[in-house]
């Protein structure tokens, strides 16, 4: 479903990788913010536990928005609404929390995030990476969409040392600890 | 249901289409602005898709308003209301979503929209336009109540491919991508 | 039981139709506005598609407040309580819409209604009639309780044509397409 | 459970009339007001037509305030409590209307009501007095207390008409059509 | 459970008496009060009644509050918590009423409760105090953790004279018809 | 899962001990402050019961806040988000009160928590520490991750009594009554 201009890069939107009882698939992350009240509007059809991973990766981004030069009010004067299509697919888990996370920020501070590259992993409040299920199929779906690079959690190294070798070639594996390995990797360089 | 004078072009009101379990059906979606402090009403007997479409449709709304010469206060001023009769008809699902977005739109800019035309196409926050189900149905309902045009999303050529030449007879099919064609062909060009 | 008393104007109430299990029956609706802060307040035991039908029906009051001077800050500085009694009976439906619609109308403008009408119809925020169903209990309720005229949405004429002469002999059947005919009709031409 | 002491004039405390599955019970309904926002509480185990029966008494106290000599924004800037005892014991059905609208009359203008008296009735907002159930066991719970009136619905008239005489023997029993009769019989006449 | 330094006085802690199913218990209701915006949290695992029994001490202490210097706005500029450890055993019902009530009375009087004390009794909204039930197991905890008083509802009196003798031996019980004489009685006299 | 690197003190930051169907395991408790309007954000699959812990220690925090020299609005005026990961895991009980607390407080007075140590305690409002279940486990868990010390609730003590001694041969086992003596010793002494 993916097609070649959804490889370019964009403000506000993620690729994630999400592991369904019929495969891997791709995930379009999207995030707007808008004037308003410090609303946060989460759609897709998320479950309980991924609705608390999009508060994890706002709060995250919260904690580090200073020092992109967003002020401290920024988010009391603005609404954030973060949407996963397709709205009548079912999804939950926490495995979207590194992607919701800089959906956030990128929206924030319109930098824009690279769109060849597709990544996974739970978040925690202080932005260490945890690992996640389902690998395999996640870097088939990654391959399918033609992104070159995927980011995956540390810890799930040996669950990538695992895998046939053609699976993964012709895509770059990166471990990601923390949170702002992601962000040095994903956000675009040039500001806006 | 639909008489002549619904062909017409109304301001706030926008013909989509629903296939249900005895057919397909127009549906009339219907936005009202008042002044307010930015609530949501909904009502129509929705499900929890359609009700996360309509925010989706608003949030979209709000990212391009400012094209349209809305004030950044307005949506915390104002308060929306979307409705679809019939009330006590349940209707769920993500189809109605770029119908939605135009209603809202049409509304805030007192832009009326044409009469003589229908639309179906799930919308994204960033205003990508997902494939549908249910197309023969809906085409066959729209042209029940005589419109001219029907807008549907792109990626479902391949199943308008598939139908017999008689049902489309007559009606113009146009492929959407993005939501801003579905405002350049549905809103009427003269403002107000 | 509906006395003689009641077939005098009030302010704020006016007669519904309702079908039940056991037969048709009359709804005394009843509306006070009170100095508040934009509350809208639902009792008498209604389902979740006659909570809708209220909203609608307020909406659509709201959209056309400003012709009868209404301020337009006047729904944000007042509270609004629809009851319908009997408090313990069970009731749910879009038929009441215009009857609530209008009820509402009439509180905040304080022009009394008539008391020798009854009326039903489904509501849409655009103000259009809807029909409905019942129609030959509901009649036989209306003619109990002494009314002289019952609105009827005009998309009933054909259930009306089907009933025998003499349900509906010494009662005046108006059909109404819009709203602003049910104004027109019931509410009394003299202002306060 | 009601003592001498009990049948003494009191503020913003009625007696009611219950009826339940042992038979009747007498109530006594408790109002308090503070200094607040316009809260609502309401406590007792109570289900949720009597809760809204609580509303509608106190819309309909809203409605008549400014008589009593009450401010346009008293009830913006107080809270109310309405308990019924006993806290364990579930709670349902109309029929407490007129009596939580009296305590409600009573407790913001400070005029006590007579102790003497018990009552039963469903109130609409327009503060007209509907039928209730149970009356035989409700006249006797009375008279075990030692009240020396009861205010009875005047469309319950037929229904103790048919009570033997010695259960209403020694009680006097009042005919409500109007919540404005309830106030006049149960509230003490001099002011504060 | 309870050291010899629980029979200290205290501020904002007073003991109740549980009657669970594994017999009597006495529980340490803890109330603190903070600057804030007039909320108030209730934790311990508790069930509706006895959420509701809170409320309703809460208010009795609001209606009485003046007579103890407490400012009119007092409550709206403070937020209380109660809670009643320990936090993973449920509990409900109303006979922790008036213990609840003087928790908070001595939280924001800030005047200590007498430690040496316990009490039952279901409070009303005007603070008469109601029967309870499992007096003799609740009698048996308070001794064993070395009280010497128990307030017990006057309408409990004939509970405690079917009691054994020695169930009471060194047990000061103490009748209490209204709130007034359970503060009276377990609220130090000097005050801060 | 826990690092070398995780026994460094970090601020807002500390290690609890969970017992769970599998064993015992470490929970890392994450508190972040932000500038907001006093929301407390909880994330991390928590049941009530460990959600009010986290009230209860939240109201601890904000009654000894004043002697960290904490504004009185210090917590109007900033949200609070903790987190327990793994955010998929279902996390309930009472007993991680202590650590919650500990983690509220060195966040809002940005001392950093000793890395070396483990705790386990559920709070009172008054800061009480009452005992807990699983210690056999708990500490075997702690031993893994390689901690120095581990806070137990004086409580327990019989129940270390009871353990072998190698279990806990190398730990440091402090048995705590109160919060303070928990904030004494597993709070850095050096302020930022
Ligand atoms: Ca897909
Ligand atoms: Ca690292
Ligand atoms: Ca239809
Ligand atoms: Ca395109
Ligand atoms: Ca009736
Ligand atoms: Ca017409
Ligand atoms: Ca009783
Ligand atoms: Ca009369
Ligand atoms: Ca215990
Ligand atoms: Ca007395
Ligand atoms: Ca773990
Ligand atoms: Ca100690």
């Known amino acids: 479903e993916d097609e070649d ?3 370019k890069p964009q403000i506000g939107v993620v690729r994630g990788l999400a ?4 495969g891997g698939d791709t995930l379009s992350i999207e995030v707007n913010v808008m004037p308003g009240k410090g609303k946060m509007e989460l759609t897709g ?3 309980d536990v991924m609705k608390e991973s999009a508060q994890i990766g706002l709060s995250y981004v919260r904690s580090i928005a200073e020092a ?3 002020d401290s009010d920024y988010f009391e004067k603005h609404d954030i609404h973060l949407h996963i299509p397709e709205g009548a697919v079912p999804k939950d888990g926490p495995s979207a929390g590194i992607t919701m996370a800089l ?4 929206a924030i501070t319109e930098i824009p995030v690279r769109g060849d590259i597709a990544m996974t992993g739970e978040i925690t409040l202080r932005g260490k990476v945890l690992p ?4 395999k199929e996640k870097l088939l779906a990654a391959k399918i969409v033609g992104v070159k690079e995927v980011l995956v959690p540390a810890r799930n190294k040996r669950n990538v040392a695992e895998l046939d070798e053609e699976i993964i070639s012709g895509l770059k594996i990166t471990y990601v600890e923390e949170m702002n390995e992601v962000i040095k990797c994903a956000l ?3 500001s806006k």
Chains 1, 2, 3, 4, 5, 6 share one sequence.
Do not use: F, H, Q
């Open 103 to 106: 959906a956030i920020l990128s």
């Open 132 to 135: 996640i299920g389902g690998l």
């Open 45 to 47: 059809c998320m479950g």
């Open 188 to 190: 675009k360089k040039e």
């Open 19 to 22: 592991w369904t009882s019929v």
């Open 5 to 7: 201009e959804n490889l």
């Open 68 to 70: 992109y030069g967003i």
